[in-house]
């Protein structure tokens, strides 16, 4: 039987593949993808933590975040796409610079959190949510389209809440402020993605 702790580091491991596959992928598509993965990574994790400490606020909060993020946040943003979904890319995007950059950004950010964060909170956990948190600024701040740099948004609050899981579990309340201020985000996306993946600039987002 897998031991518990080997369990959460594997599943935080995988959200922080997720994040870096987030980085590398041209279509837009996949930044949906990544949404739904990783909140659903970060779904389990928060609802082990609850079945095993007994913690129904945990389990409440799993739910919430997979329904918010996972399901509906995915579903407003494909409503916005055109049918042929799968053919939208972003531009101008060089799969070789950016993956070098984010394993950069990765290794300074482990070193970073040795340095300063490590004697506080010495974690595993706490240093993938660092690492995740980090590689959510990144895409935000290398990427132009709306849905990219959402997807960056989506990481941040998923790292924010994996860090609170890892040094201690934040009150419920703060949890769910933090799902409704994505949700409401994700509202004021769909409203600016509205009728633009279908414009005259539809064969720069084609390949």
Do not use: C
């Amino acid at each position: 039987m897998i031991p518990l702790q080997e369990a959460y580091d594997f599943i935080a491991t995988l959200m922080l593949f997720v994040a870096i596959w987030a980085q590398i992928g041209s279509y837009v598509i996949t930044k949906i993808e990544v949404i739904v993965i990783q909140t659903s990574l970060l779904s389990i994790y928060a609802f082990l933590s609850g079945v095993t400490t007994v913690n129904y606020d945990l389990i409440i909060l799993a739910f919430l975040i997979i329904f918010l993020r996972g399901i509906l946040t995915a579903f407003i943003l494909l409503k916005k796409f055109p049918q042929k979904r799968q053919l939208v890319r972003e531009k101008s995007t060089t799969v070789p610079s950016i993956l070098i950059v984010s394993i950069i950004v990765l290794i300074a950010t482990l070193i970073i959190y040795r340095l300063t964060i490590f004697q506080f909170a010495p974690s595993p956990i706490t240093a993938i949510g660092f690492v995740i948190a980090i590689q959510g600024l990144l895409l935000i701040g290398t990427r132009k389209n709306k849905v990219t740099q959402f997807t960056g948004y989506i990481e941040e609050e998923n790292a924010m809440i994996l860090l609170s899981l890892g040094i201690f579990p934040l009150p419920l309340i703060v949890e769910i402020s933090v799902l409704l201020d994505v949700l409401a985000l994700v509202i004021v996306a769909a409203v600016l993605l509205s009728g633009k993946m279908t414009s005259e600039h539809m064969e720069e987002l084609i390949g």
